[in-house]
């Protein structure tokens, strides 16, 4: 009987828990040391200078790099970057907006056609997509200008139609900085989107003729939505750069046609205010988070890869 009580009782005082094994706990360090070097990297390359910068932003604009701004906290450069330079901004948004829409136009058939349709030729169209990484971006842009010049093959061509003037020429208009930004980041648009359509089960979209489901109805049905991921990363990774860009501008435009990357060139490098400049930097910053989170937003999709 008391045998039966003591059991009811429940086990006398617990032990205590026994340490992991010392191999267990080095095993847990393992993860944080493998990000160690990355966020190092990060830390130092990106939250550092960041936050320079967003002081910087603040100085009073009355001093210079020779006698020393003053940290005065001064939002006002803020309002002044805008009030002077909100046209530069809503170019930037507009033409790198047109050139990533041109880019899911083109981008989307080539990737297709590479992931589904190309057999034995994918690896060849898949290296022609990445070749102009051979070269450096300057000299691209400088081909371009050469390729869009009043004697080029280009405008050569459109004069040749009856009712182009002769005075037509694409050099230094819009035309050329978004022809420029299209070739130079479709690339990005079209390897994402093969990364996504690669992955694409074909058992599906015959499932879907097996439904009766017409070629145009699976497309909508089937493959645009599995496809999503790598629309929506193509065009962040084509309109982010693009709208930051300022060489095309340079090289294929006017000033008429600078973005706001030009200003922030300019203000850095030729007139040395650094205030002006780190505002301007923080307002395209901003300006591309808000489109860039609404977009996701409006997409539907968590999963950007």
């Not at 992991?20 to 993860?31: A, E, F, K, S």
């Not at 200078?49 to 210079?64: E, F, I, K």
């Not at 060139?265 to 609404?294: E, G, K, N, W």
């Amino acid at each position: 009987m008391t045998a039966i009580v003591g059991a009811a009782a429940g086990p006398g005082p617990t032990a205590a828990a026994e340490p992991p094994p010392p191999g267990l706990r080095r095993r847990r360090w393992v993860p944080y040391l493998l990000l160690l070097p990355g966020g190092l990297w990060l830390l130092l390359f990106f939250v550092v200078p960041t936050v320079q910068l967003a002081g910087t932003s603040l100085y009073d604009r009355s001093g210079s790099l020779e006698l020393g701004y003053t940290q005065t906290f001064a939002v006002g450069n803020y309002i002044d970057a805008i009030t002077a330079y909100w046209p530069h901004l809503v170019r930037s948004a507009l033409y790198s907006g047109i050139a990533t829409i041109i880019c899911v136009v083109l981008g989307y058939p080539l990737a297709y056609a590479i992931a589904l349709k190309a057999g034995r030729w994918r690896n060849l169209m898949l290296v022609c997509v990445i070749a102009p990484f051979f070269t450096t971006f300057l000299v691209r842009t400088l081909a371009w200008k050469s390729i869009l010049s009043d004697s080029g093959p280009v405008v050569g061509f459109f004069r040749a139609i009856p009712f182009v003037p002769d005075d037509f020429r694409l050099l230094a208009t819009p035309a050329a900085v978004v022809c420029g930004l299209v070739y130079n980041f479709l690339p990005f648009m079209v390897l994402p989107l093969y990364a996504s359509l690669e992955r694409l089960d074909g058992r599906l979209l015959e499932a879907a003729g097996d439904l009766y489901a017409r070629p145009a109805t699976a497309f909508r049905r089937v493959t645009l939505p599995l496809s999503m991921p790598g629309l929506i990363a193509g065009t962040l990774l084509t309109f982010i750069p693009a709208a930051g860009d300022y060489i095309n501008a340079e090289l294929l435009g006017t000033p008429n046609e600078y973005m706001i990357g030009n200003v922030i060139d300019s203000a850095f490098l030729v007139r040395l205010d650094y205030p002006q400049a780190a505002a301007l930097s923080f307002l395209l910053m901003a300006t591309i988070l808000v489109m860039v989170f609404s977009y996701v937003r409006a997409a539907g999709t968590d999963e950007v890869v």
